[in-house]
């Protein structure tokens, strides 16, 4: 019998995945190299890199095109029935399996509450991140009304 995965508290599987996309390389593969004494036997079943299309979506006319490609890398994993994923920007299979190796620990219940703090801290540095850029976005916006 195939164990049910478990999900982070108030996450989707999709926002997990989000966050552990967007964190910081070295951050995430320090956490995640622990976690392989912790996890049973792991199944590597994909360590590749490639590149996959950028979707966009043009905001005037509403149509969605492809503005180019972007090199990925990917990491499939399996232990305990269930697989973990991973799926970054570049060239890092590290930081890719390291992504994988945390989604497989929350899927399996293993560490979950520092897998928990660790994607809440990720989460909140992204979010930081993200108010940082947006403030210096704002700083640069003209009112074409005083002109």
Known sequence: MTPEPQELPERSHEELLGILARAEPERLKAFAEPLIAELPEIEVR????????????????GRHFHLGEVLMSEARIAAGGLEGYGMRRGRDLEAAMAMALVDLAVALGVAHDRCAAFVTAEDLAQAEADRETLRRVEATRVDMETF
Do not use: I, S, Y
Request: aromatic share 0%; proline share 6%; hydrophobic share 40%.
């Open 46 to 61: 994909e360590n590749r890199t490639g590149l996959v299309m950028l979707p966009m979506r043009d905001t005037a006319q």
